[in-house]
């Protein structure tokens, strides 16, 4: 959860920029370029924390809305039920737009539901082909989910493969996207070092994880390995829990 709030954080940051440029842009198409400026507007509000006509967004933009509703509350909501408010919201955007395969990951992910994660994934690309690829965002945060939980011999072989639709490949081609695109930059570099260490390329996989700690410091799956690793000296495990705690 800390990583999407900096990931988001940064997004939200970005887009605001993008939204007031896109605003005075275009004359021609006046109309949607405003309405696109202002979902992104909303969404980086959204995302950080401040408030909104969220209600008009909704009854505007019935799906995108909802989900927007739902990066406000897990932003601000303190009460106990906030996981119950937000997933309630990802619901309503994906009971609005059942065929929006962003819809059905962001309900998927919320309910930590990974399988029905990597199954809109490969709907995606059974739908869309190796052309139309899925957005980068999306796929690192499925893949560092996915590559961390691998454990068992089956697991494990799924990390060391390298077809057009490995895990190596898809996430490869998603740190490969530049952070303003893929807020999850840090936890695609994350997930191929754990693919490089599943194969026994170790000293590839610490390369990569010093990619995800300079992206996020606080990446919650490099840190802790590079930290525990009987290579690095107790200066360097001291360096990389000061950046992560600098950083939050």
């Given at each position: 959860?800390?990583?999407e ?94 065929r ?12 930590g ?9 490969k ?12 957005p ?55 997930a ?57």
């Open positions: 959860l800390q990583a709030s900096r990931a988001y954080l940064g997004d939200a940051l970005g887009a605001l920029d993008i939204a007031q440029r896109d605003a005075v842009c275009l004359v021609s198409g006046l109309a949607k370029t405003q309405r696109r400026a202002q979902l992104i507007v909303a969404e980086s509000h959204a995302k950080l924390g401040r408030p909104f006509d969220y209600d008009a967004l909704i009854k505007a933009s019935p799906a995108r809305g909802a989900r927007i509703r739902a990066h406000y509350v897990a932003t601000t909501s303190v009460a106990e039920d906030a996981n119950v408010q937000k997933l309630r919201w990802l619901r309503s955007a994906y009971e609005a737009a059942p929006s395969p962003r819809c059905a990951f962001e309900f998927a992910w919320a309910s539901n990974i399988d029905a994660c990597e199954q809109v994934i709907s995606w690309l059974n739908a869309h082909g190796e052309d139309d690829e899925v980068a965002d999306v796929t690192a945060r499925w893949a560092s989910r996915k590559a961390s939980l691998a454990t068992s011999d089956n697991q494990l072989d799924i990390l060391r493969s390298r077809d057009d639709r490995s895990i190596f490949t898809l996430v490869a081609k998603a740190a490969k996207v530049n952070s303003s695109a893929n807020p999850f930059r840090a936890l695609a570099f994350s191929l070092s754990l693919c490089c260490d599943a194969s026994g390329d170790t000293a590839r996989a610490s390369k990569l994880r010093e990619k995800a700690l300079a992206l996020d410091p606080s990446d919650e799956i490099s840190g802790p390995i590079e930290t525990s690793s009987s290579v690095n000296s107790s200066a360097r495990c001291r360096e990389i829990c000061e950046n992560a705690i600098k950083r939050n």
